[in-house]
């Protein structure tokens, strides 16, 4: 079975502030693939990052960052410098090699207040 | 390059009826994914359909089911409709590995059952 966790149901930070979404996950399965979705009030989910169980290395993409540990089974993800267009919900999403199938956290509501 | 488009957008039906939701994914893209988004349960997976065929189903009953055609685009069918079956259903496409790519989402189709 796999599972994900984002315990932060409503983040609210004001612009320019950096904040970090949490995402912890579970399985059995030593190759999975992990990644972030935005879903912005329009509704259509947007692909942010893919990571597979082998590379723990750190990304920066721009203002977003991704951080990665297999010993804790995380993987967050953090936007400097938040902007108002952040605001949207975020998904961390888990695919194992044995489920074959994209489960995901419950969601992050990131509100940037100008 | 033309995105996932669904039809319709949105979809008001009775209780016990049926009905059919489409999706054409982006062009070049065979592999496609259904999901289903709750306020309650969230994004759940519904199936995946690679060359017309069903790759794998996720944990729903019968009355849902899915098929591809030869030009790679989908239909979903949700036969004798309950009240909770009214959510907004996601269609994604992908490259030939199917989930454990990124996928792009198309806008959705909202339905509601009364």
């Known amino acids: 079975a796999q599972k994900v966790t984002q315990a932060q149901t409503e983040i609210s930070v004001v612009e320019k502030e950096d904040v970090t979404l949490d995402c912890v996950y579970e399985t059995r399965d030593t190759t999975y693939y992990l990644f972030w979705y935005k879903q912005p009030p329009s509704g259509e989910l947007v692909f942010l990052i893919r990571?597979?169980?082998?590379?723990?290395q750190n990304e920066i993409s721009g203002r977003y960052s991704w951080n990665f540990q297999k010993s804790t089974s995380s993987f967050n993800f953090t936007i400097t410098a938040s902007q108002v267009v952040d605001s949207a919900v975020y998904f961390c999403?888990?695919?194992?090699?044995?489920?074959?199938?994209?489960?995901f956290g419950s969601g992050t509501q990131l509100t940037v207040l100008p | 390059k033309a995105g996932v488009t669904q039809t319709p957008r949105y979809l008001i039906k009775t209780r016990g009826q049926q009905v059919t939701l489409s999706c054409s994914p982006i062009s070049g893209h065979r592999s496609v994914s259904w999901y289903q988004q709750t306020p309650g349960q969230g994004l759940q997976f519904l199936f995946e359909y690679f060359s017309e065929t069903q790759r794998n189903k996720g944990n729903f009953p019968g009355r849902f089911s899915g098929r591809q055609f030869s030009n790679s685009r989908s239909e979903m069918n949700v036969s004798t409709l309950e009240l909770g079956d009214s959510a907004l259903y996601l269609c994604?496409?992908?490259?030939?590995?199917?989930?454990?790519?990124?996928?792009?989402f198309g806008p959705g189709t909202r339905l509601t059952v009364t």
């Open positions: 994604a496409s992908s490259l030939p590995g199917g989930v454990f790519h990124e996928q792009y």
């Open positions: 999403a888990l695919v194992s090699g044995s489920a074959r199938q994209l489960t």
């Open positions: 990571r597979n169980s082998f590379d723990e």
